[in-house]
C-alpha cells in the first residue's frame, strides 16, 4: 500500500461527510427560505384579521355611544309616562273616581 492510497483511505471518509454536509445545509436553507415565506404569509393574514377585528370593535362602539343618548332619553320618557301615569291614578282615587284601582 502506497502512501498516497493510505491518505486517500482517510480522506475520502471525510470528504464524503463534508459533501453529505454540504447537501444538508443546502437542504436546509431551502427549508428555511420556504419556512420563512409561510411566516410572512401567516403573520400577514393575522395582521389583516386583527385589524379588521379592531375596526369592528371600534364600529361596535362608536355605534353604541351614539345610541346610548337615545336609549337614556327613551328611558327618561317611559319614566315620565310612568310617573304621571301612577299619579293621575293617585289623583282619581283620592277623589274617589268610579274604576280607579288601588294597586
Not at 453529505?20 to 427549508?31: S, W
Not at 336609549?71 to 310612568?82: E, R, Y
Request: aromatic fraction near 4%; avoid cysteine.
Amino acid at each position: 500500500m502506497s502512501e498516497r492510497s493510505a491518505i486517500s483511505e482517510l480522506v475520502t471518509p471525510f470528504r464524503e461527510t463534508a459533501a453529505e454536509a454540504a447537501r444538508l445545509l443546502k437542504h436546509l436553507g431551502a427549508r428555511l427560505d420556504v419556512f420563512s415565506l409561510e411566516l410572512a404569509r401567516d403573520l400577514g393574514a393575522v395582521s389583516r384579521d386583527a385589524q379588521a377585528f379592531a375596526g369592528g370593535v371600534r364600529d361596535q362602539a362608536v355605534a353604541l355611544r351614539r345610541a346610548t343618548p337615545r336609549a337614556a332619553k327613551l328611558a327618561q320618557a317611559a319614566a315620565a309616562i310612568l310617573a304621571r301615569q301612577r299619579w293621575l291614578r293617585l289623583a282619581a282615587a283620592a277623589r274617589g273616581a268610579w274604576g280607579a284601582s288601588a294597586s
